[in-house]
C-alpha cells in the first residue's frame, strides 16, 4: 500500500495482524504495532533494556509534553518510570528530570528501571511532590512538569469488568476524595514560577478526574494559563457536556485499541506563541474566550532522527540504545515480515532507527563489526 491510511482504516488494519506481524504507528512515525498477546520478554532489546513495555495511550503525556534538548523538566509522580525513560528519550538524555515519588517500594523499582533504561539525566526524589518548594532556586530553569497523579484506574483494561462496566464500583466519594487531590497537585504544578508548559494526564475515564479537575483549575488561573489543544490530529477528545472537554485528549479500547486515557494541557499566557511550549498546537482556549495564535501554527523545530518503538495493541514497548524511548502502537504503511525473518526484522528495523547520545548497545556494534569486515574483503578482491 502506497496511499497513507486514514485513522479508521488504519485500526481496522491494527485488528487483522496476526502474530509475527508488526505494522509503523499511525499517528507517530519512530513507533511499530503489534498485534495483542506478542511476547517481547526475552528478547535481548527488552533484557537489555533498551525497550519497555507500555501501553500507546501512557505515552500521550511524554509527546505533548515534548521537552527539547536540554530542557529541565518535573514528573512529579514519576514511579515506576516509564513516562520518565520517556521524556528522557525525548529530550535525547540531555537538561535534566527531577522525578519524585512519596511510595519507597515505588520509588526504588523506578531507581532500577532508570539504571537499566540508561537514563542518565534524572534526578530521583523520594518525596510528597506537594512538599516541594515551587520558589526553591533548584528549579528556577524548570519549564516543562507533568502532572500524572494517582487516579481511579478506571480505564486499564484488565480492570473494565471491574470498574468501568460497573460506574457504581467507583464511590461518589472515593472519585471526590480523588479529584480533590488531582486538584491540589495541579494548582501547586502551576505555581512554579518559570513553568511555560504543565500537561495534566489520567488513566481514569471518569470525568470528575479529568475535564472536570481541569475546568476547575482552569476557572482559578485563568489569569496566567490557557489550556492548548493538544496533538490536533488525535481525533478522539473530551466529553462534550463540559466546556474544555474538546480541548483535551481521550482514548480508549473502543476507539484507538488502547487503555482509557486523559491528557490535557496547560500553557503560560505570556508569550504564549512562542517555542517555550511545544504542544503541537494551533488552538488556545481559556474559559469565556476562544482564540488562534497568529496563522494558526507553531514553528517547527528542527526535524531529528527519532527511537524506534514496538508495541501490541493494548501494550507497547519503546526502543533506543541506552535510553528507553516510550511507545505508542498504531501503524503506518510498513511491509508485514513473515515467521521466519520476524525476530531479524524487529531487530533490523530497530537498531538501524536508533540514535542517541549513549554508546551503542553490543549487538548494533557487532552488526556494525561484520559489515565492515565484510567491505574490507571485498576491497581485496577489486
Known sequence: MEDKLDYQSFIEVVKQLKQKQFIKDFHFQDLLVFTTGTDLHDHMLYMSGNIILQDKASCLPAHVLSPPSGSHVIDCCAAPGNKTSHLASLMRN?????AFDRDLERFSTMSEQMKKSGVCNVDLHHQDFLKVDANNPKYGKVQYILVDPSCSGSGIVSRKSNITDQNDTVSAARLKSLSN???????????????????????????????CVVEQVLEEVKEKFQLRDPLPEWQHRGVCDICVGKHCLRASSKKDLTNGFFVACFARRSRFESQTCNANTGVVFSIGALEHDGGGKVKKRRQR????????????????????????????NSAVPTKNNYDAEVSEVLSDSVTTHCERTTSVRKKLKRRKHKNKKRMTVH
Open 181 to 211: 487531590f488531582q486538584v491540589t497537585i495541579l494548582k501547586h504544578a502551576l505555581t512554579f514560577p518559570n513553568v511555560q508548559c504543565v500537561v495534566y494526564s489520567t488513566c481514569s475515564t471518569h470525568k470528575e478526574e479529568n475535564e
Open 94 to 98: 540531555t537538561g535534566k528530570i527531577f
Open 305 to 332: 532522527k527519532r527511537k524506534t518503538a514496538i508495541s501490541g495493541v493494548h501494550e507497547h514497548l519503546s526502543i533506543s540504545d541506552n535510553v528507553s524511548t516510550e511507545v505508542l502502537g498504531s501503524a503506518s
